[in-house]
């Protein structure tokens, strides 16, 4: 299948873009927040003098996508006390604090980024590629005073101690001599790797990825940095100690290169985001998840330029990348190429050129997919071609949506309240996951509910239910949950459990099954019960004749225990 008509517009793939920036010095700081003691010192960002209990930051005005990947390189330089010891140390922190461009951390051994000698919280949602000068042994742990190691505690705040270090080394150079030297910092999506003064081999590999995590260097798990929106503040602080242990810290270069979080293509060329699938254009990633068997809605907007009623071709591509692929109109780039591949379709054309998937109107259009079409796991991208104009005619392309389906976790009950009830009587089952399109039995026969919600279900006790029964729920993908239902009751102690023969003696029996509506016989006489929860019982003993009498538990969904009641 190919789109003929428009392939003249063919022009060339387009290139992945990516932001940067670069400071090839700090003659200027103006696109710097300078916190602490950081300060401009003649074309370097001084971060510390050489003094005590200095602590200083500087952070990049705006964020910057991080969790596609990126590529920093960095030059410093630390110049140790003529008298004293070098001492504490700096780091390159990436983090998503609540507190933006004001984060500051913890002083003197905290580094700027940890807990520190003020015991502050940390940088949350951070990591941080720390150069660390003066060792200090339990309980921080740190393996040399020239020491390079990261750093992270996913939401929590950051810390110094290196229980928290993913990974660590101690270069062969000292890089806290005075000299200027170079790191280079590269992360792609589950590898994070350090670079020390330009070589090609780096100081530290690690597995690890900003969003799912990894592990530690003893072992145990690593959380992700929780990056919510995929972007981060970046900036560096450093840290002097007490007394004599002081160092000269300073920045003298910085460039930055990032990965986009996606393709420039999945923005289109309309001002507006026209393309919603389930409302939602997908945030940052342009990604909506989405899960298998259920129904979903597609719906395009007409531009305000156009008003209602702009034809248009909507295109589908299960290709896994396909900005990469895509085609640059001459009026703006597309990710899906207009000369379909194996892997691409017309899903709806309004301007009658092409047999699509779908039928479908003019925009504004909706397009209603039914429950159990998507059954297994599948992604796909969709964009269109819109008329944006008709007087002069033009064309334009809507932002692009990845929709991703996967198995919806499975149905979990929490409560079925009352567990037994007379016929009709109502029971309410609580819970999660229950999906559109659920079922729900009991002891294995269809109940139809009189309501039903994604953590409900409300129907009325049906007849017949056997004593010791199971209550199911079941997602449409086959997925369920179970719960006992109608339970046979049991009694496990007897509080009080003899009295006057003349009766109303308080009588308490504790086990488990009880429902309202429970009653209670002693000696074939109906006991007054007073109080009743899936626990316990209390009531009033009936008269009786002085020895032993039978008691019987009755539940209203017709099971029983037994026990007995002796009277005085």
């Not at 790191?183 to 670079?195: A, D, H, K, N, S």
């Not at 597609?298 to 305000?304: A, D, E, G, T, Y």
């Not at 589908?316 to 895509?326: H, R, T, W, Y």
């Not at 379709?345 to 504004?364: K, N």
Request: proline letters at 9%; one cysteine or more; a negative charge.
């Amino acid at each position: 299948m190919t789109l003929r008509p428009l392939a003249v517009l063919f022009a060339a793939a387009v290139p992945l873009a990516a932001q940067s920036f670069n400071y090839p010095d700090f003659s200027s700081t103006a696109s710097l927040t300078l916190l602490g003691n950081a300060a401009q010192s003649g074309t370097a960002v001084r971060l510390t003098a050489n003094s005590s209990n200095q602590t200083g930051w500087f952070w990049r005005q705006g964020a910057v996508p991080v969790i596609a990947g990126f590529d920093t390189t960095f030059s410093f330089r630390i110049t140790p006390p003529t008298v004293g010891t070098k001492a504490e140390g700096m780091a390159l922190v990436i983090h998503d604090d609540p507190n933006g461009t004001a984060t500051q951390g913890g002083t003197v051994w905290g580094m700027g980024y940890g807990n520190g000698a003020n015991g502050a919280v940390g940088i949350r949602n951070s990591i941080a590629i720390e150069f660390d000068t003066f060792m200090d042994t339990s309980p921080i742990s740190d393996s040399s005073a020239n020491e390079l190691t990261i750093h992270t505690r996913g939401s929590q705040g950051n810390h110094e101690y290196e229980q928290y270090s993913i990974a660590r080394t101690t270069p062969a150079t000292n890089l806290a001599n005075g000299a200027v030297h170079t790191l280079r910092v590269r992360y792609v999506p589950g590898t994070i790797e350090v670079f020390v003064d330009g070589s090609a081999t780096p100081a530290i590999s690690r597995a690890y990825d900003f969003v799912t995590g990894g592990l530690y260097a003893n072992g145990t798990a690593a959380p992700g940095t929780n990056m919510l929106n995929g972007t981060a503040i970046v900036g560096f602080c450093a840290t002097t100690g007490a007394g004599t242990l002081t160092e000269l810290a300073e920045i003298t270069s910085w460039s930055w290169t990032s990965t986009p979080l996606t393709d420039p293509c999945y923005a289109g060329t309309v001002p507006q985001d026209l393309l919603t699938v389930e409302n939602s254009t997908g945030g940052l990633l342009r990604t909506v998840q989405l899960a298998t068997w259920q129904p979903f809605t597609v719906s395009l907007q007409s531009p305000p330029t156009f008003g209602a009623g702009a034809p248009y071709v909507m295109l589908m591509s299960l290709a896994p990348s396909p900005g990469s692929i895509g085609t640059d109109l001459g009026f703006g780039p597309m990710c899906i190429p207009l000369i379909l591949g194996p892997l691409d379709f017309v899903w709806a054309d309004t301007f009658g050129l092409f047999v699509p998937l779908f039928p479908a109107g003019p925009a504004p259009f909706s397009f209603a997919i039914p429950a159990g079409i998507i059954t297994f796991p599948f992604e796909f991208t969709l964009q269109a071609v819109v008329a944006t104009s008709l007087s002069p005619f033009s064309l334009g392309i809507t932002n692009a949506v990845d929709v991703v389906f996967a198995p919806a976790p499975a149905p979990l009950i929490t409560t079925v309240t009352p567990l037994s009830a007379a016929v009709g009587g109502t029971i309410t089952v609580t819970g999660q996951r229950f999906v559109t399109g659920a079922t729900l039995t009991v002891a294995g026969s269809p109940v139809v509910p009189t309501s039903q919600s994604a953590t409900s279900f409300v129907f009325p006790y049906p007849a017949g239910v056997p004593c010791g029964s199971q209550l199911t729920v079941t997602n449409p993908d086959g997925q369920f949950a179970t719960y006992p239902f109608n339970p046979t009751p049991t009694i496990t102690t007897a509080v009080f459990p003899s009295g006057p023969a003349a009766g109303n003696a308080t009588f308490i029996l504790v086990g488990g099954g009880y429902a309202p509506g429970t009653t209670v016989t002693i000696g074939g006489a109906a006991a007054m019960v007073q109080t009743v929860t899936g626990a316990s019982i209390t009531v009033k003993t009936p008269p009786g004749t002085p020895g032993q009498a039978a008691v019987v538990v009755t539940t209203p969904g017709g099971c029983s225990a037994n026990t007995t009641y002796t009277y005085q």
